[in-house]
Structure formats: structure tokens, C-alpha cells
């Protein structure tokens, strides 16, 4: 399940669910029963800080179930809470005028209170064959990806965030597309100084970590050693090529 929130006309915010992003603007009270950890669940409770806002919108996609009827409530004060939005299915973007909140209060609020209620999430384990074809042709709500990158050489995303591999059965399955990002992996695959080629990536990385097209969940930490008995080991960033390891014949304990 995936719940981008954005609040513009400021300073935009865009999160996920379950996303450390997503963790300063969780709301716990009696009536949101939100926690401060990640979790999944049908009740989801946000507060979002409008000081020296004259006008707001929310924009809001959850791609809930079809048949589970979903509510989006606002408050000013986290007492009084308006039903905004409501219905069975939310096939796109929902847009919220917050403007009434703000102009129409005697004394401007400092916050704005969001709970989304209804989002229903199911898992499915499927056959890789078929997981492959739907993660592909980008038929999923949301879905659990693993990646991984070459050990020997330096890394290249552009198959994963690049707007050209959005379309058709690339591997940019959340369909992700940003002008800067394009130029940025575009300009990496031209440039030989490693320095420069670090710094483009280091402001690709703050670009993906402010849009979270993805949900990062986890990255393994591992411990590797090996015998002495092997030759042309080299430890690599991403790990050790198996491939280039030898056995001198002195060493050799199964000639």
C-alpha cells in the first residue's frame, strides 16, 4: 500500500505509508489510533503544521480496495472533524480544498488534522513467472521489489529511474519520471571523473529520497571471510566477484 500526502501551495510534503518519511507527521490521539512506529492498518491519523499558510490543498492517493469504503476527515483542532471525501473505490488523485480552515477561523490554526480511514490492504504471493509479468506490466497496487547492483563495476540506475523505462515492460515499474533525474543519469553515463560522478549521484539520491517513489524498507549488513588459500581476492563496495578468486597448486586441497 502506498499513501503519497501532499499539502501544497507551501512547502510541499510527500510521503509514504510506513515510510520513516512519513513518521514526524503521524498523529496519535484517541481518535486516530495511530502509533509512532511502522505499521500497516485501516486508520490513518496526520498533522500537518499550517502556520502563516492563507490557503492549502491536500492531494492524496491510497488505491484502496474497490469494495471497502474509504473517509478522509479534516479538523482544525483534532475535535471537530469534517467528512471531506468518502466513497468505495479511489482510482486516482483526490484533491481537498483546505482553504476554509484557514481564512474562515477567528484565529488562524497551527495545525490541520488529517484521518484517512478505511485503506484496506491485502498481500498476495504469487508464482515468480507471474509476478514477473504483472510487476512488468505494471499491473499492482503496490508490490515488494528487491534490487541489487554489479560488484565489479560502478553502479548504473538508469534501467531502474529512468523516465524511458517507464514505458512498456521497463524495468521503472512505479512508473517514475523527473527531468532532473533523467540528466542527471544521463550526464553519469558520460562522465569519467569518479568525484563528478559521485556528486551527480549524491543529488540523485536527495531527489528520490524528497519524491519517495519508493518505500525503502531495509538493506543487509553482511560479514564475509575468506581462507588465505585464495588468491586475487579483492573486496569490492558492493561485495567480492567469486570469479576472480584462484587456488594457487600448492594450496590446493582437492587437486
Known sequence: MDL????????????????????????????SGCSDSIRFGSDFGYRFDVRN????????????????????????????????RSGKSWPSWQTITLDQYLAGASEAPRSI???????????????????????????????????????VFPPDVYQIWHSSQAAANGSNYVGFRNAEVDSLLEAYREEF???????????FQEIVAAEQPYTFLWTNRVARAYSRRFSGVTWYAGGADLKEWWVGPEHQLYP
Not at 503519497?4 to 481518535?31: D, G, M, Q, T
Not at 492524496?60 to 475535535?79: F, Y
Not at 490492504?121 to 513467472?129: G, N, P
Request: aromatic letters at 10%; hydrophobic letters at 40%; one cysteine or more.
Open 4 to 31: 503519497p500526502v501532499r499539502l501544497v501551495r507551501s512547502k510541499a510534503i510527500e510521503f509514504a505509508a510506513n515510510s520513516f518519511v512519513e513518521r514526524p507527521y503521524l498523529h496519535k490521539s484517541e481518535k
Open 53 to 84: 499558510m492563507r490557503a492549502a490543498q491536500l492531494r492524496i492517493n491510497v488505491g484502496a480496495n474497490a469494495a471497502h469504503p474509504w473517509s478522509v476527515l479534516v479538523s482544525p483542532d483534532d475535535k471537530n472533524y469534517v467528512l471531506e
Open 113 to 151: 488534522y488529517v484521518k484517512i480511514q478505511g485503506i484496506d490492504c491485502q498481500v498476495r504471493e504469487l508464482d515468480w513467472s507471474i509476478f514477473l509479468q504483472r510487476t512488468r506490466g505494471k499491473e499492482f497496487d503496490a508490490v515488494i521489489l528487491g534490487w541489487t547492483g554489479g560488484v
Open 193 to 203: 571523473d569518479a568525484g563528478r560522478r559521485a556528486q551527480l549521484y549524491r543529488r
